[in-house]
């Protein structure tokens, strides 16, 4: 939906409300009756009806009569509502599970005053408040667990109504799908011809599912459209906040920020300069390899872009009030997105490749922004590792996926958890390679001269003795420097380097048990 509707449009929607039968489960009218808690019920109540039904919306009305559908005006006024100290809406807002969207609008009508709440179809699972289910019976409002054939019918429509397919902005005109659409990003990144006429653009996308034909010629431009060809995001009020944040602080904390940019375009019309902005940001290092010595990113940017990718296409996008963020330190770059992972942080790089948005993803594919081989953690860490980088860190909040990359340290720089997780993504990465990680390839990964194995042999102690790796040949000798071979926990290697697979390998169990 637009972020805004126009007095013509909320007219217009008044006016198609009022036609309605009497008994209609997505649309409750009201005169004055504004209880706090009764509203909370028919948020709930009204939004759980609306999926039920396919409606993107449902709307609850005050200054109409219930009975004739005649338009009497009404003395609310959201704005200025309160529960005790605290403002109506955020009241509501903080007693719903989920957070759903709504929004209240206040206009004359007939030199009335009304007022509509718009709610927002449910999504994923039914909306609660205070902890109960609500769901419309004809013209009665009742909890959810009394009716366990409506309940069982609603989770059915969730388990098939991807994010994708919901709606963003619903029956909009043709001229305003292609003002809000960047149709031509559509065309070039496709590397297809543009059509002549405004029928074959339409056409195109509707092929696509960017947008499905609505009620009377127009159009439904669907949650995929928008994020991904939204000349901006803002225009749409479901995925304002979908957008991605690029935080630069001064230093290693964010006590003082330098700049913050937030993206205005669709995911796919703007990846491009997304990942060149933020590139721009990162200061240089000098980097000393196997006979290279060179000024170069602070991060690899075949690292940046595959991590920004996953964060864009993995995100939960039904977790309202936040999206993708990217902030750069003076000395790491950490990339967060709203919801969990999928797989366990630490089988990121052996687990087939799943995503929560498929759509999202299989385009993003094609025009070549992502894979769904799921070889782009391969390609972070074997990054990380051609640069001698510390291994980057992958990490779960409450409700967040967080991937923090580190600017360059010395080996002698690094503490015991770097050195443990560098020696358990080295196994892995080898692991998938189909290969194990020797003596010798862990000194090549921290740069490590041959003379010099030892060390090399104390850091693979250190992963054997918190548990992350362990020897294939466990008769093998004792002592470290005489281990060739090692593979992630759960794995095995051979003894005498005679690169043979295990008859049946397991996979790595990796540094969360």
Same mark, same amino acid.
């Given at each position: ?12 929607? %008044? ?71 605290? @403002?109506? @809406? $955020? ?9 759903? $969207? ?41 909890? %959810? ?16 109504? &991807? ?27 496709? =590397? ?10 339409? !056409? ?50 964010? =006590? ?22 933020? /590139? ?22 075949? +690292?940046?872009?595959? %991590? ?10 039904? %977790?309202?009030?936040?999206? &993708? ?46 894979? @769904?081989?799921? /070889? ?5 860490? +074997? ?33 015991? +958890? ?34 010099? !194995?030892?060390?090399? !042999? ?44 295990? !008859? ?10």
């Amino acid at each position: 939906m637009s972020i805004d509707r126009q007095q013509d449009e909320l007219l217009g929607i %008044l006016t198609e409300l009022c036609k309605l039968p009497r008994e209609t489960g997505w649309v409750e009218f009201k005169h004055n009756n504004a209880e706090p808690t009764e509203i909370g019920e028919y948020l709930s109540g009204l939004s759980n009806a609306a999926a039920l039904t396919g409606k993107v919306h449902a709307w609850l009305v005050w200054g109409v009569s219930n009975d004739t559908h005649e338009i009497i005006g009404t003395s609310f006024s959201p704005a200025s509502a309160k529960v005790g100290n605290e @403002e109506l @809406e $955020n009241w509501l807002l903080r007693l719903l599970s989920p957070k759903i $969207n709504f929004r209240f609008y206040t206009f004359q009508a007939e030199e009335k005053p009304v007022v509509l709440l718009e709610i927002g179809a449910a999504f994923r699972h039914p909306v609660q408040f205070k902890g109960t289910e609500f769901i419309r019976v004809g013209s009665y409002k009742k909890k %959810l667990k009394e009716f366990p054939e409506k309940e069982r019918e609603l989770w059915r429509v969730f388990d098939h109504t &991807p994010f994708e397919k919901e709606i963003a902005a619903e029956n909009i005109a043709a001229d305003e799908v292609l003002r809000l659409l960047d149709y031509p990003a559509y065309f070039d990144l496709l =590397a297809l011809p543009l059509p002549e006429g405004r029928d074959g653009i339409l !056409s195109a996308l509707a092929a696509d599912d960017m947008i499905v034909m609505g009620k009377g010629g127009k159009w439904n431009i669907t949650n995929l459209g928008a994020v991904l060809f939204a000349k901006r995001l803002g225009d749409f009020r479901t995925l304002v906040r979908k957008a991605v944040r690029v935080v630069q602080y001064k230093g290693e904390s964010k =006590a003082q920020t330098i700049r913050e940019q937030e993206g205005a375009k669709g995911y796919a019309s703007g990846f491009e300069g997304l990942t060149g902005y933020i /590139s721009n940001l990162l200061p240089s290092n000098e980097v000393i390899g196997q006979a290279l010595r060179r000024q170069v990113p602070m991060f690899p940017e075949p +690292a940046i872009r595959e %991590l920004v990718a996953n964060a864009i296409i993995h995100q939960d996008f039904h %977790l309202s009030g936040t999206g &993708p963020m990217v902030e750069i330190f003076s000395n790491r770059l950490e990339i967060t997105n709203p919801g969990l992972p999928l797989v366990q942080t630490d089988r990121f790089l052996d687990s087939p490749p799943r995503s929560r948005n498929e759509a999202l993803a299989s385009f993003m594919r094609r025009i070549g922004v992502c894979e @769904e081989r799921g /070889s782009g953690v391969d390609k972070v860490v +074997a990054e990380t590792e051609f640069y001698q980088l510390p291994a980057p860190l992958f990490e779960t909040t409450a409700e967040h996926t967080r991937v923090v990359l580190f600017a360059h340290r010395e080996l002698r720089e690094m503490d015991r +958890a770097d050195r443990v997780r560098a020696c358990y993504l080295h196994a892995c990465l080898r692991y998938v390679q189909r290969d194990y990680m020797t003596n010798s390839a862990l000194r090549e990964r921290f740069g490590i001269e041959e003379k010099n !194995s030892a060390t090399a !042999s104390r850091l693979i102690k250190e992963a054997l003795e918190t548990g992350v790796i362990v020897p294939y040949d466990e008769n093998a000798g004792k002592k470290i420097h005489e281990i060739p071979a090692l593979v992630g926990k759960g794995m095995r290697f051979l003894f005498d380097g005679h690169l043979t697979a295990p !008859s049946s390998p397991q996979r790595p169990s990796g540094l969360v048990p």
